[in-house]
């Protein structure tokens, strides 16, 4: 396995729309084993493929809190299949957003239908911080980040801090 850099926005390859895998075979399991180390190294709980600069529909997943065992989710071309009327508010970060948090409204429970790390099409019913979780990775898949949820004041101040941050860490052309 392998960790691999992470996106930070601004970012035109944040803003893609990806693509489905046609299956899951070795190499789009090598892919899902490298993007969760990848997220346990940022101490995040979801990471998207776009993220990592790939344009295919895999997210992963582990919302355990620290002391419990671990809950590592695995998902190719997942997809919604129902959401609840009921809505919930959770306070959002993201690796390629790193210390911006905003609370961000969505339905507080999906169902969700994708393949897994065998290749199975299986559905799994979300509530609470996996939820919200769930959704925010399959934005991703959309081109969507959760600044895109919330004011646009708000979101410009966020991207213009990232953007000026991103241009002090890089070095001068030579
Ligand atoms: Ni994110």
């Known amino acids: 396995m392998a960790t691999l850099p992470i996106i ?3 970012d035109p390859r944040l803003k893609l729309k990806a693509q489905p ?3 899951v075979d070795a190499e789009v399991r090598r892919l899902m084993d490298d993007m969760l180390e990848t997220m346990k190294k940022a101490i995040g709980i979801g990471l998207a493929a776009p993220q990592v ?3 295919k529909r895999v997210i992963v997943l582990d919302v355990a809190r620290e002391g419990e065992p671990p809950q590592p989710l695995k998902l190719a071309n997942p997809e919604i299949l129902w959401r609840s ?3 919930a508010t959770f306070s959002e970060g993201c690796l390629s957003l790193p210390e911006h948090y905003a609370d961000v409204t969505r339905p ?3 169902r969700v239908r994708y393949l897994d790390y065998h ?3 299986r559905e799994l019913e979300a509530s609470g911080l ?3 979780s769930i ?3 399959i934005d991703h898949l959309d081109g969507v980040l959760f600044v895109d949820h919330i004011s646009m004041v708000k979101r410009s101040m966020i991207l213009r801090k990232l953007a000026k941050a991103k241009r002090s860490r890089t070095p001068a052309a030579a």
């Open 8 to 10: 930070t926005a601004p």
């Open 21 to 23: 895998v046609a299956a």
């Open 53 to 55: 600069g790939v344009a």
């Open 85 to 87: 009327q009921e809505q």
């Open 108 to 110: 507080a429970k999906v």
């Open 119 to 121: 290749n199975e099409s």
């Open 130 to 132: 996996l939820a919200t």
């Open 135 to 137: 959704q925010h990775e």
